[in-house]
């Protein structure tokens, strides 16, 4: 999902979320690791959540079910 989806912009989504815009850049460019905690950030005004779920083949793959 692209912000011009949203009808955002780096700096808005920046004015948003409290996260610097050039980190916005870096992170759309993927020149950056973030942490959760700005991920959560920025997701929280596009109105997304992260959540951590298992992965269902995790267990198959090394030998539990």
Known sequence: MSLSMK?????????LSGVK??????LEKGDTDPQITSLLKILKPLDYTLAIVPDSQAGVENGHI
């Open 7 to 15: 009808g955002l912009t780096q700096q808005a989504l920046a004015d």
């Open 21 to 26: 815009q050039p980190f916005i850049a870096r």
